[in-house]
Antibody, heavy 118, light 110 residues
């Protein structure tokens, strides 16, 4: 059974960076892309980017390019999303999700709440 | 402004059939699969319909999806109170080189 377990809630000051982890289990970690999706309070879903854990190549949405870094550690089946230069607009729930094919997000982590406040 | 357009709200009474639309363009729905997600308040989204009309294991056959041209639709028949949730469509967009979501539709069961 596939499980994605994310790191805990974070509180950061404007200008800081945050690193969110997503530990996968129940499947071969390098078989599927991991995507990152965020949801601001009361808002919809926003795709941030993805990583291919097998090769390490990453793809990010234009609005996050230069500010988001996605990595993975295959030895511990964990993906990471690093977001820098935080502003209050980055306050949101951040989700990781597996993509088994065709950009369908089959399994989701529980979400990590990031609060950016001075 | 989401690239995929959904109505912000929909409603129905128990037992009714409701539809949620998702309108896009040739660079997204017109050339790629559409997926639908259900998000119950306070929970992570759940894949409801994949590849336009495929139900993942465990999803009741009351839920169905379709696609025609640059639009897609989610149908929910035999509406139940537990169907009250937010529903999102999603697709890859070739122009943006990424995945895009609709703005979401809040379904209320009256």
């Amino acid at each position: 059974q596939v499980h994605l377990v994310q790191s805990g809630a974070e509180v950061k000051k404007p200008g800081a960076s945050v690193k969110v982890s997503c530990k996968a289990s129940g499947y071969t970690f390098t078989d599927y892309y991991i995507h990152w999706v965020r949801q601001a309070p009361g808002q919809g879903l926003e795709w941030m980017g993805c990583i291919n854990p097998s090769r390490g190549d990453t793809y990010s949405a234009q609005e996050f390019q230069g500010r988001v870094t996605m990595t993975s550690d295959t030895s511990i089946s964990t993906a990471y999303m690093d977001l820098s230069s935080l502003t209050s607009d980055d306050t949101a729930l951040y989700y990781c999700a597996t993509d088994t094919a065709y950009d369908q997000f089959d399994y989701w982590g529980q979400g990590t709440l990031l609060t950016v406040s001075s | 402004q989401p690239v995929l357009t959904q109505p912000p709200s929909a409603s129905g009474t128990p037992g009714q059939r409701v539809f949620v639309s998702c309108s896009g363009s040739n660079s997204n729905i017109g050339m790629n699969y559409v997926h639908w997600y259900q998000q119950v308040p306070g929970k992570a989204p759940k894949l409801l319909i994949s590849r336009n009309n495929q139900r993942p294991s465990g999803v009741p056959d009351r839920f169905s999806g379709s696609k025609s041209g640059t639009s897609a639709s989610l149908a929910i028949s035999g509406l139940r109170s537990e169907d009250e949730a937010d529903y999102y469509c999603a697709a890859r967009d070739a122009s943006l080189s990424g995945v895009i979501f609709g703005g979401g539709t809040k379904l209320t069961v009256l």
